[in-house]
């Protein structure tokens, strides 16, 4: 069974400072990992994606985020955060080959202050 | 645009009530899936569904149901059965080995 632990439900960053945000997940096979962001009452938007290959993984809006096997972490990392990533970010875990079939994290919210 | 469509944004259901939730995709995905949403809680799946006139119980499907007649359309219905059925329900779709979209979500509240 998989399952997925997001450290800190609220991180309150400064702009322009860094933001980390922590992602462990438990999985019996190589998982299919993924960050999403929701913002206030919207559904969510596909942020990166890590499936094979490079561990380092890019995606949207500056974000990234590197997957280590030995510590099965997924940490998502923006080296300066905007007003704009004020939002809610969910790590999510997919085993099968639908990658629909998703176990998420509770998620962690993110303040940025300025 | 092709996207997914959730419809209505907000809906109130009466205790005892059964109400259905509405989803539409136009990107010719093959599978769709149902959200629910609380908060500290991230998203759990209700049903999900491969392909047309098949679909399986996800996590927490109790009190909930669903039909795929329609590769397009994957309506959930939240029955009187669902004790607590107020939250965020989002509805995704994908195809192979590609990540989900989703949808913009509904808010229930039993009133």
């Known amino acids: 069974a998989q399952s997925v632990t997001q450290l800190g439900s609220h991180v309150s960053v400064s702009e322009g400072a860094l933001v980390l945000l922590r992602c462990n997940y438990s999985?019996?096979?190589?998982?299919?990992l993924f960050w999403y962001v929701q913002y206030p009452n919207q559904g969510l938007q596909l942020l990166l994606k890590?499936?094979?290959?490079?561990?380092l993984v890019k995606g949207i809006n500056g974000f990234e985020a590197e997957f280590k096997k030995s510590e099965t972490s997924f940490h998502l990392t923006k080296p300066s955060a905007h007003m704009s990533d004020a939002a809610e970010y969910f790590c999510?875990?997919?085993?099968?080959?639908?990658?629909?079939?998703?176990?998420f994290g509770a998620g962690t919210q993110v303040v940025v202050t300025p | 645009d092709g996207g997914i469509t959730q419809s209505p944004k907000y809906l109130f259901r009466k205790e005892g009530q059964n109400v259905t939730l509405s989803c539409e995709q136009n990107?010719?995905?093959?599978?769709m899936y149902w959200y629910r949403q609380d908060p500290g809680q991230g998203l759990r799946l209700i049903y999900y569904?491969?392909?047309?006139?098949?679909?399986q119980k996800g996590d927490i499907a109790e009190g909930y149901s669903v039909s795929r007649e329609k590769k397009e359309s994957f309506p959930l219905t939240v029955t009187s059965a669902q004790k607590n059925p107020t939250a965020f329900y989002l509805c995704?779709?994908?195809?192979?080995?590609?990540?989900?979209?989703f949808g913009q979500g509904t808010r229930l509240t039993v009133v």
């Open positions: 999510a875990v997919s085993e099968s080959d639908s990658w629909g079939k998703l176990q």
């Open positions: 890590y499936t094979t290959g490079a561990t």
């Open positions: 569904s491969q392909i047309v006139n098949d679909f």
């Open positions: 999985s019996s096979v190589p998982p299919y």
């Open positions: 990107l010719n995905h093959d599978a």
């Open positions: 995704a779709s994908s195809i192979g080995a590609s990540e989900a979209f």
